[in-house]
């Protein structure tokens, strides 16, 4: 087990400088210069844009570029953006936001997307299962944008039963109606993948034996099936999360949640590459660990698994 | 989906003492004290929509409007321009004389203060315009120091500075300070009411990082609070002496990613003013907001610009057809459709907002920005017709929404030369490169250019733009009977005969066309119904002090 985390651990150097690296190359031959650009239809003067090329080191060549920002992130200084503030203030800001978005997103995603799929498992081929089915399809097939206006239509302008917009991410109600958006498109599949799982474990022989040993039904499809069928599920959630935590562009930008979806945009819209390059570097490092975790809660649900 | 009136449920209870307890406290913290919810209850307080300025707030370094809107109510400089007339007044100006045009003397009032206490004055002007303009602090809006002697000392064209200060500028007591300009500069006094010109305290030099993050200046309100990407709240000075004095008790800035979510706020009931009612919803603006909604001409003008270094446009020989090509777009249907009257067909150079007596006249252009297909047809054919047979008009595609007027411009231009072929759109993919192209020279037909005002004088409007070698002459055009007049208005003694000599240049433009005036930009905004006299300055920054709440 030690040496399997150790093994995944150092795979994950290669990895990240790959990734930054590419990001890194990205971002910089986009055409353009994000200095000159900082001037909008005004004029710019040229001894000005030098001074600011020097100071963020965009005169030298890329791959020094490249080092530089690589040295200065390992003593942990993410840079600064091209309006002076640091990126990793920046990032501080946007990232606590996103997390509590995304928190309350997965949780709504796991309590009724599994629970739905459950209910349809055990029923399958029942009207439930197919009500199940047709939601998921109307769900899925539904853009995010269209699902966002029309959440927000009924719940806060008709209803009046929570606020429209986000003004303060620690107020949970607030989060309540951009969680449940971003929530739902997962929701449909966490549902789907969950009733599969549970109908064709109902069929297995683990079943057939803990019924006949005489179990209550409670601890049967809460212990046995529960367990075993979540292992596809905690996979979809896994990478689900590494999403969540990458913002969402759209949601975000409906519900006024100042998180790091929006933080990415406005930054590839100015071209900003310190934050774009910050921002994916912590993102590939949230999911390279939450791909890790997932790998070794599949030993924990399923005994037959052994990591060495 | 347009009946959303409804207040939401949200209530908090608003907390006394609410600015006071806040002063400091940074972050996500902040948000705890729900003093702007209260939605009505005479807290004062104005909720008005805004967006996280991008850099830090050092007067001569911003140069866009969010962190405009915060300079305006956090300082005042000398001049300040009345936003019904955009005239240049007095503001901490007691009087600027001069005899030569060249050579002023600025004797500033007495009493004012800083918000933390220290007297304004003659140095904190100097210090603060010396700051500006210095290469080594790398400010944005250190153009604005160029006319003064010594700019090519303190921010050369290349290597590094040679002075720490402008020689142009003398402290000669508390009060009174020199400024000497590199030329004639007869309206220079009028230019200082931009907020690159504001004093600054000493606070700003031997505390730098700490006035970053909490600014202290001299206007009617003082920052209490500023938590990032949520909301800064201002509250008004209490020993605030100047005549401005704030009509409400203070405004919270809250930040919005997008102005329709803003607007959807203020029609639930949980914001008071937006200042940028988006694109989608003026067809219902009217029906929501009633005479809540304001439109108004703003200092922007959108020109179509000729690339004068591009011999297919070049020379006065083809004059006839870059007016021919301006004949034949249809403005009005443009503004109208597209724009919903947002904006207004232009026919000069300049901007409303100026009025007759700055300078702006409307006709000036004459014929040649009136729609007329037959003879702009004819003109382009006497001048052999589009080079190639076509054109194109480039813009910027990921800001602004430019393609669908470009498109509009364009389908005019087709239907004047009965061809659907003669003029496509060009987009480039971002703005940066659009810049790049345009500083390389590398346009091959007109090209979209946006000028926002500096200040509200014709000089502005006309000498960055068409002078030779100007600073934002995209086009390359030079014409020297045009440098000549403006010289002249420079040299004038009188602002008359200034603006006169200014419209002459004008009329050079008109006959050569280096540009296509396309129509005046507006600047609009809403409001609930619990403010009273909302009005917008010639920057399209709502006048925040006179606004009345409740």
């Known amino acids: ?308 | 989906m347009r009946t959303a009136s409804h207040r939401s449920p949200i209530r908090r209870t608003l907390s006394t003492g609410c600015a006071g307890a806040l002063v400091g406290v940074v972050a996500l913290s902040a948000t705890a004290c729900g003093g702007g919810d209260s939605g009505g209850s005479g807290s004062g307080i104005i909720r008005s929509s805004w967006g996280d300025p991008p850099n830090p707030l050092e007067p001569a370094n911003t140069n866009e409007v969010q962190g405009g809107k915060v300079l305006d109510m956090i300082f005042r400089g000398l001049k300040t321009y009345d936003p019904e007339t955009g005239e240049a007044k007095d503001a901490l100006a007691d009087r600027i004389t001069t005899s030569d045009q060249r050579n002023y003397t600025v004797t500033i009032k007495r009493g004012h203060r800083f918000a933390n206490g220290e007297k304004v004055t003659a140095r904190s002007f100097v210090d603060a315009w010396n700051y500006g303009a210095l290469l080594d602090n790398k400010q944005r809006n250190a153009y604005f120091f160029e006319y003064i002697e010594g700019y090519d000392k303190v921010h050369p064209l290349s290597g590094s500075p040679t002075a720490k200060t402008l020689s142009g500028l003398r402290v000669k007591d508390d009060r009174t300070f020199t400024v000497r300009l590199t030329q004639k500069f007869s309206t220079w006094p009028k230019t200082l009411g931009y907020n690159a010109y504001v004093p600054l305290p000493r606070a700003f030099f031997t505390h730098h990082a700490a006035w970053l993050k909490r600014p202290v200046g001299n206007g009617p309100y003082e920052v209490a609070s500023y938590s990032k990407g949520a909301v800064m709240k201002l509250r008004t000075r209490d020993d605030y002496k100047g005549p401005d004095k704030p009509r409400n008790k203070g405004v919270d800035l809250r930040v919005y990613t997008d102005s329709n979510t803003a607007y959807t706020d203020l029609q639930a009931g949980n914001l008071d003013l937006v200042d940028d009612v988006p694109a989608q919803q003026l067809k219902f603006v009217r029906a929501d907001l009633g005479n809540r909604y304001i439109n108004q001409p703003a200092g922007i003008i959108q020109t179509l610009t000729f690339p004068m270094y591009d011999s297919a446009w070049r020379g006065p020989a083809k004059a006839k057809l870059r007016r021919g090509i301006s004949m034949a777009i249809n403005r009005k249907q443009i503004t109208e459709r597209i724009f919903r009257n947002t904006r207004t067909p232009a026919s000069d150079w300049t901007s409303p907002v100026l009025r007759r007596e700055g300078g702006y006249r409307p006709g000036l252009c004459g014929n040649a920005c009136a729609y007329d297909p037959a003879r702009a047809r004819k003109l382009i054919e006497a001048a052999g017709g589009l080079p190639g047979g076509r054109m194109t008009i480039t813009y910027n595609a990921d800001t602004g929404s430019h393609k669908d007027w470009v498109d509009a411009v364009c389908n005019s231009v087709n239907a004047t030369l009965h061809s659907d072929r003669a003029c496509v759109g060009k987009p480039v993919g971002t703005f940066a490169d659009y810049r790049n192209k345009m500083a390389g020279k590398q346009m091959t037909g007109p090209f979209r250019a946006g000028w926002q005002m500096d200040y509200p004088l014709i000089q502005n409007f006309l000498q960055p733009l068409y002078y030779t070698g100007a600073s934002s002459n995209d086009g390359h055009w030079s014409d020297p009977a045009f440098d000549k007049l403006v010289n002249q208005a420079n040299a004038a003694s009188a602002t008359g005969a200034a603006v006169t000599s200014f419209q002459d240049a004008e009329k050079i433009l008109a006959e050569q066309m280096p540009a296509i005036p396309l129509w005046y930009q507006n600047g609009s905004a809403g409001y609930s119904e619990r403010l009273s006299d909302v009005v917008l300055n010639q920057f399209s920054v709502p006048v925040y002090h006179q606004i009345e709440v409740g």
Do not use: C
């Not at chain 1, 994950?12 to 990734?19: A, K, L, R």
């Not at chain 1, 590459?273 to 809660?297: A, P, S």
């Open chain 1, 1 to 308: 087990m030690g040496r399997y985390v150790a093994r995944r651990l150092l795979q994950m150097i290669p990895v990240f400088i790959g990734t930054t690296l590419l990001i890194f190359l990205m971002v910089h031959v986009l055409p353009g210069d994000p200095i000159r650009a900082m001037w909008g239809d005004k004029a710019a003067d040229p001894a000005q844009v030098a001074a600011l090329r020097h100071e963020f080191g965009l005169d030298k060549s890329l791959l020094w570029q490249y080092i530089d920002y690589m040295k200065d992130l390992f003593q942990g200084d993410f840079g600064k953006t091209f309006g002076g503030r640091q990126v990793s203030e920046e990032m501080s800001m946007a990232f606590p936001v996103t997390l509590r978005l995304a928190a309350v997103a997965l949780t709504i995603e796991m309590i009724i997307g599994i629970g739905l799929g459950a209910w349809a498992g055990l029923k399958a081929g029942k009207a439930v299962d197919t009500g199940v089915l047709i939601f998921t399809l109307i769900v899925i097939s539904m853009p995010v944008f269209v699902m966002g206006y029309l959440a927000r239509f009924i719940f806060a302008d008709e209803l009046g039963w929570l606020p429209p917009n986000v003004q303060d991410s620690e107020d949970l109600q607030q989060l309540l109606l951009p969680g449940f958006v971003l929530a739902m498109l997962s929701l449909a599949y966490v549902a789907r993948l969950t009733r599969t799982t549970f109908a064709e474990n109902l069929r297995a022989d683990y079943m057939r034996t803990a019924v006949a040993k005489g179990l209550p039904r409670r601890r049967i499809v809460g212990v046995h099936l529960l367990r075993n069928s979540l292992i596809p599920v905690i996979t979809f959630l896994g990478t689900d999360i590494g999403t969540l935590v990458g913002g969402a562009v759209v949601t975000e930008g409906i519900f006024n949640v100042q998180g790091v979806g929006n933080l990415l945009f406005k930054a590839l819209g100015q071209r900003e590459g310190t934050t774009i390059v910050g921002v994916v570097t912590i993102l590939v490092l949230v999911i390279l660990l939450i791909n890790l975790l997932v790998d070794l809660l599949y030993a924990v649900l399923d005994p037959r698994i052994r990591y060495v």
